[in-house]
């Protein structure tokens, strides 16, 4: 290599320079010189202080602020700056960013670097902070931990004790009951050996009319203390095995030489069959259905005794009483055996109207009746009674709360004053449950106010009783989502509430005879409920 070419910054031979020239932009776009010329130039910056312009060779004594770059004088004079205004002398400059590198040295050491220490500090005391916290809460659970543990442990060691106890209990019993049957076997023998002898000397006539007498005095005998045992052992709570039959316990030797005298004696097994005095309706006799929907009521069959029966097989038979209309067909019923005493009576009425049915088991009639009411929906909310703070739905169906914060109220479309009637409310949503739902008297409600005082209704707060303005007892506060269900009886003047949730009932005796209608009313914005069918 001979040439530098201080454009590239590339050395060539004497092949290579033709070449080069012709490359890029052409000729002006390279400048050659050679290489002794080269190392002078580099001799004589690294001589000089000052740095040298890179495109005039010259000390860089000017400062273009438009183009933010140090730049020489023929840059300023015949260059690409010429004409710029912003030119100042590297001293100035210099001197204008020293101030300003001395004015963010300040701030940074009086502002910036204790804020940070500070920040540091804070981050420090943090961390001790969060590492003591962690070894207290790593401590608290191992403690914890011990604790369930031995928690587990002594559980574990009482319930294999309760565990062993009630086997060795069991197996005493079963060695009990395992006795007893071994008795009344006995007892069955004798039985079977004392009717064949009976039967023998009566088909050949050899029984006498003392044998006879004697035998009816010895029944008699045995019957009467039979009668004094169970009188006393109705006083005792019978010991109940797994499968809930009771067994006796005899205390001493002669009654068990009774019991076993009075099965020879009387030859028979006496079994006690359901009576109708004594069955009852399980729950509430009185249901409430759609046409086309089946309603269950439960029947519990019981002894002479009281005694609920323990094996199915009795006779259950239901007549209808009263229909909606005379010329109709009895609705389907379906008696359902559970074989435990218990019996599920299914009904499913297609028409709307009012059901009557007695019940029969064993040919002897229930003392109560069982009652539906079968209904579709037969009211809306009524928009000429209703205050300006509601909003009815499209199928006036449910009401929300549009209004300002206050009690707005509305009644229902149809009036009440004869017979039975039944409806469903749900809560959809509330603020604080400040909701009224019951019955009121239609000159009760002004389309100013809401007047309580003539409404007979709960309060969902606290399921507080409003009658006639005076609070009481009622149920349990409200919720959302709930299904309130009124049963009113115009004819006995009573309005009952049922929680379908919390299965509680309250109700309001003495109503007035006069027109009731079904009644609602909220407060807050945005409370919503809905009727139900």
């Not at 002894?303 to 209808?320: H, N």
């Amino acid at each position: 290599a001979s040439v530098w070419c201080t454009k590239c910054d590339v050395a060539l031979c004497t092949d290579h320079i033709a070449g080069h020239m012709m490359s890029g932009q052409g000729p002006s776009s390279h400048a050659i010189i050679g290489l002794s010329e080269r190392d002078q130039s580099t001799d004589a910056q690294q001589g000089n202080s000052s740095p040298l312009c890179g495109e005039h060779n010259r000390p860089l004594e000017y400062f273009c602020k438009a183009c933010g770059v140090c730049i020489c004088g023929h840059c300023v004079a015949i260059g690409r700056h010429r004409g710029h205004t912003q030119i100042v002398t590297v001293h100035e400059v210099s001197d204008e960013l020293q101030a300003e590198v001395q004015t963010k040295s300040k701030k940074i050491k009086d502002v910036t670097l204790p804020r940070a220490q500070r920040a540091l500090e804070k981050v420090k005391k943090v961390t001790s902070e969060l590492t003591t916290r962690a070894d207290q809460v790593q401590a608290e659970i191992r403690a914890a931990s011990r604790l369930a543990v031995a928690a587990i442990q002594t559980c574990e060691q009482e319930k294999l004790q309760e565990v062993d106890d009630i086997r060795v209990v069991r197996l005493k019993t079963l060695d009990r009951q395992r006795e007893e049957l071994r008795q009344h076997t006995a007892a069955l023998e004798g039985v079977v050996a004392f009717s064949e002898q009976l039967a023998e000397r009566r088909r050949f006539g050899s029984l006498s009319h003392n044998s006879i007498q004697h035998c009816e005095v010895n029944i008699v005998g045995v019957l009467t203390a039979v009668k004094e045992r169970a009188d006393v052992l109705d006083k005792v709570k019978f010991l109940e095995t797994p499968d809930h039959h009771p067994h006796l316990v005899f205390s001493s030797t002669s009654e068990a030489e009774m019991m076993q005298k009075a099965s020879e004696l009387l030859g028979t097994v006496v079994s006690c069959e359901a009576t109708a005095a004594q069955s009852c309706i399980e729950g509430n006799r009185h249901k409430h259905t759609k046409p086309g929907q089946s309603v269950v009521f439960s029947v519990i069959a019981k002894d002479r005794q009281g005694k609920t029966q323990r094996r199915g097989g009795d006779s259950i038979r239901v007549t209808w009483s009263r229909l909606p209309a005379a010329d109709m067909a009895a609705p389907a019923v379906e008696v359902r055996d559970k074989g435990d005493g218990h019996y599920d009576i299914v009904c499913s009425p297609s028409r709307t109207g009012d059901y009557n049915a007695d019940v029969f088991i064993n040919g002897g009639k229930l003392s109560t009746t069982l009652t539906i009411m079968c209904q579709e929906k037969w009211f809306d909310f009524d928009s000429t009674e209703c205050h300006r703070g509601l909003t009815i739905s499209s199928d006036k169906q449910t009401i929300t709360h549009t209004g300002s914060d206050r009690w707005s109220s509305v009644l229902a479309s149809q009036s009440l004053q004869h017979g039975r009637h039944t409806w469903k409310v749900k809560i959809i949503q509330s603020t604080g449950m400040h909701i009224m739902v019951g019955v009121a008297e239609k000159p009760g409600l002004t389309a100013k106010r809401n007047n309580y005082s003539s409404a007979y209704c709960w309060f969902g707060y606290d399921g507080v009783k409003f009658v006639l303005g005076k609070e009481s007892k009622g149920i349990s506060a409200f919720e959302v989502n709930d299904i309130l269900q009124f049963d009113l009886d115009c004819d006995k003047h009573t309005l009952q509430i049922t929680n379908l949730r919390s299965r509680e009932t309250a109700k309001i005796d003495n109503l007035p005879a006069a027109e009731l209608f079904p009644y609602f009313s909220l407060v807050h914005p945005q409370d919503s409920i809905s009727l139900e069918w």
